[in-house]
């Protein structure tokens, strides 16, 4: 093989575009041939953060990354391993002399990280991590006192003030070495997973700019009316975008700003709704960062130590969708179905498990992070301890959502619940919003509720207020 020139590294991780990319910028503009690399996990079976369906669509996203990496005249590099032991080789193979990469927010990542950057410091590499996945990282938003912010209002006041980036173009040329060794794009079968059957959105960045601009286009501005009612097309669907960086979240905000000035007052009130949700989004990254225990344990001292009861039969069927409760079984076959769930549908799934089944919301965490393709680590569990009534900005324990009465008020015609649950096709939709008065299923091969709503609410309070008063 002839000796390469001196180059430097791009390595890919959650950042799957071209455009408006920091760390493919910085390295493009040093005027080296770049090496962009993405690095596989070498895990194989099951994992308990991810799933076939986002693997699947992290596959076809690196497809669409490869193919547009040719267009500025570049080739993606694949590799499969540790990624600190997949660098060292690449480093030393093409003989870098710097390694640029986006920061990932998950303390994961992060361990990762610190390795790499002692690897680089080791082998007198330059080592480049930019920011991108938020538009203001954990650090920026803090209080008076420079503490990290536990409840999300005075959070959102000070994030909204804050100055935004503004998104960057994409590098006009790149120039990567045509001798170096590359794995073929991967498939899901190189974790031993079958290629998914899911109907989920289409991947690459391509497609995620087409489902931005849908939501530009009208959806935002309408974000307020709209987004709590999972049979409305109301939510932008650009979760799994921003998750696998296939559009940037400077280039969605700047987009959002645009669309405002050109907005009625009723669209106003729409797109400033949606840009709470990104502060939201950012709120559970700076969470995460600042308490990385809440993994492991509730961000409210205050209910650690809650008894669980064990996940068994009615855990079961909670992940089927056979409940007997329509809105919670419809929430859960549209999972299965799509890797994706409406969010109003994934606060009342989430709060039947851990309020009505009783079941510790690690194991409801855990199973949205293996099924959504848009799952992101920060957001599930702020989400999911949310609904428990234990993290951050959470759900008073005594609040606890009806089944029923979401129903009522967030899907009264049942027309999500018999799109993904057809068997309940030619019921009533007033009999979707109470139990069954006569004892017996809705129609035969569709379940009795598991349990009464009413006791096991009660339950439930019973079970909170004893914690505390042991803990007082």
Known sequence: MPEL???????????????????????????????????????RGCHHWTGPNRQHFL??????LAKNLGTLGGRLIIRQGSAVTELRRLIIECHAVAL???????????????EVRKLCLELGVKCHSLADVALHGPDEVLTLSDLPYRVFTPYSKNWLQLEKPSPSSKPTALQTPENLESLPLPSVKIWGLDVPTTQMVDAGERAARDRLKLAIDGKIQNYSAKRDFPAENGTSRISQDLRYGLVSIRTVYSECIKARAAANPGGTAGIDVFIKELAW????????????????????????????????????????????FPIVDAGMRELKATGFMHNRVRMITAMF???DLHIDWKQGESWFMQNLVDGEIASNNGGWQWSAGTGADAAPY??????????????????YIKKWIP??????????????????????????????????????????????????
């Not at 640029?100 to 610190?114: L, M, Q, R, T, Y």
């Not at 299923?441 to 009795?448: M, N, Q, T």
């Not at 019973?462 to 803990?471: L, P, Q, T, V």
């Open 353 to 355: 498990l851990t309020k």
């Open 100 to 114: 640029h990469f986006n920061a990932d927010p998950d303390p994961f990542g992060k361990s990762v990280e610190n």
């Open 59 to 64: 596959c076809k996203s690196l497809e669409s």
């Open 423 to 472: 068997e309940l096709g030619k019921v009533h939709p007033s009999l979707l919003l109470e139990p069954p008065k006569d004892g017996r299923p809705l129609v035969s091969g569709y379940p009795f509720p598991c349990v009464d709503h009413k006791t096991e609410r009660e339950r439930t309070l019973a079970i909170f207020k004893r914690h505390r008063a042991r803990h007082q």
């Open 281 to 324: 989004r950012e709120f559970y990254f700076a969470i995460l960062h600042h308490f990385p225990n809440v993994l492991d344990e509730e961000f409210n001292a205050d209910w650690r130590g809650l008894p669980w009861d064990e996940p068994g039969e009615k855990f079961e069927l909670w992940k089927s969708g056979h409940t007997g």
């Open 398 to 415: 005594f609040r606890i959502q009806n089944p029923w009465s979401q129903t009522a008020r967030y899907d009264a015609d049942g027309i």
């Open 5 to 43: 020139k001196a180059s430097v590294i791009q390595w890919f991780r959650r950042d799957l575009r071209i455009a408006d990319n920091p760390a493919l910028c910085c390295a493009a503009k040093l005027g080296m041939p770049v090496i962009p690399v993405y690095i596989a996990s070498d895990w």
